[in-house]
């Protein structure tokens, strides 16, 4: 079959697989590198590839991870390296399957928050807000992961990159790429949020809006990517692309002073995002960096698009694919790729998987943002709103040092939230005028607490 590595092969010897294409074929295939990463592994049967630009196995059709030697990591990094290293994800490069210069715009080290306020109004005690609403340059933790994939996708020859794209990933790709030079042309449903949409215009893509939900946009990309053999970052790259992922686990460990959390809350779309965070928890224990112990893996699907969820609450081992319908657009994939994954990881590490409904998840975002001042888009409403459900229903001790991410800003989801937002005041340029308004302003408030309390 080709392209199963050969073990007795180096690493670094080119399969007879390589995409066979017209437009922006790699130049050239014997790609040795410098990184610790080895190969690439099936995750459902075990064949192995070498790290070239494929995503599914040839024998089972399973998805393939990428395979890294830890004890080549372990003689190499310490805390201090890391800490010494550059003030984003590159100072984790040992971790990452790349071997050449990587593209760094500051992607990464996010503000790790204490949210007292919310923690407060919850019943928690040691709750903190991971906060990629303020990621570089995008804000939305995808700009990791594209750092990632773009960085392999020029080591691998690529000149034109791609992805399908519910706003953020484009936005990422379409940043990143006018970074680093190379040709850009991506794929959205054409129904998205008039912010994500000039997001990635104002890059000076090829942006392709598909009159299509998701999972039709990334069926055409499949076809693309076999056509034209672009590197799309979330088809044939996604193995290396994935791996960003790991950031968020490596950063919250870094930032709790080497310590890993009891539980995390995450958003779940392909499932991917939360199945990296633990992978990068496990990676740091592997090689020495922190102490071994068990993290609680909880997920956040939105009511609308909730397959994930159901599959967890109905105590299936497979995902029934389900047509998306919810504000949380960021997350909405009816079929998810890593889904089965994030079932068996909240399972195994004693997680739930909770949904939220369209409404549930705006009161998630307003209070996040009045509660710690963060104004996240849907995605992170509805893990806000998730965490909520699982505080109420004794899932989460009080006690524990929970961190919930937050992966997107809201400045990109505003018609979520502009009709249940409030109004200003109108007032005249005089003293009483604003008097009188501010009164008003009090009363309403009182109210609304009274409404709270009762």
Known sequence: MTGVLDTRRTATESPDHQLDHQHSHPADSHHSHSGHFTHLKCKECGAEYEATAMHVCELCFGPLEVKYDYEAIARNVSREKIAAGPNSIWRYKDFLPVGSDP???????????KANRLARRLGLKNLYIKNDAVNMPTLSFKDRVVSVALTRARELGFTTVSCASTGNLANSTAAIAA???LECCVFIPADLESGKVL????????VMAVRGNYDQVNRLCSEVANSYGWGFVNINLRPYYSEGSKTLGFEVAEQLGWQLPDHIVAPLASGSLFTKI????????????????PVKCSGAQAEGCN???TAFKEERDFIAPVKPNTIAKSIAIGNPADGIYAVEQA????GHIETATDEEIVEGIKLLAETEGIFTETAGGTTIAVLKKLVEAGKINPDETTVVYITGNGLKTQEAVQSHAGQ????????DSFERAWDRARTLDRLEWQQVLV
């Open 424 to 431: 200003p005041l109108e007032i005249d340029p005089k003293l």
């Open 347 to 350: 399972r195994k590490t004693g």
């Open 199 to 206: 997001g990635t215009l104002i890059y000076n893509p090829t």
């Open 278 to 293: 633990h992978k990068g928890f496990q990676e740091l224990i592997a090689t020495g960096l922190v102490e071994s112990k």
């Open 307 to 309: 397959p994930i969820a």
């Open 103 to 113: 593209i760094d715009v500051g992607t990464g080290m996010t503000p790790l928050l």
């Open 179 to 181: 970074h680093a030079g």
